[in-house]
């Protein structure tokens, strides 16, 4: 939790929590995410499994990536998804995003999913 509050004194931008609105149940976290190391800003999502389906990731990383165009000024981003992750999958393709590569990072085999800016 320090590293995602930290990011957002440091960056200004960050993680924020999912919540269901008509229950305030918490789910997840979304948001935009350049902590130290990282190849690039991300777009990225983590929702609880039991809540998958509902269409909060595919919420969530359509405002990540509205963010990080328009607020940031950025002009690519990508999501670091793991390839046993068909539903992670799913959501950077609804939002647009295309595999750029296939690598290691932190250890794991990684798909590098790539978004550009929309023309202005």
């Known amino acids: 939790m320090a590293v995602v509050a930290g990011i957002w004194t440091i960056r200004g931008y960050g993680l924020w929590a999912v919540e269901v609105k008509a229950t305030g149940e918490l789910i997840g976290r979304a948001g935009v995410w350049f902590p130290e190391g990282w190849p690039e800003i991300e777009a990225g999502w983590v929702i609880g499994q039991e809540h998958w389906g509902n269409g909060y990731a595919t919420e969530a990383g359509r405002?990540?990536?509205?963010?990080?165009?328009?607020?940031?000024?950025?002009?690519?981003?990508?999501?670091?998804i793991r390839p046993d992750n068909p539903a992670s999958r799913r959501v950077a393709e609804k939002l647009g995003g295309v595999i750029e590569k296939t690598g290691i990072f932190r250890d794991r085999e990684t798909l590098f999913y790539g978004y550009a800016a929309p023309p202005a």
Do not use: C
């Open 63 to 80: 405002e990540a990536l509205r963010q990080a165009f328009a607020t940031l000024g950025v002009d690519h981003v990508i999501s670091l």
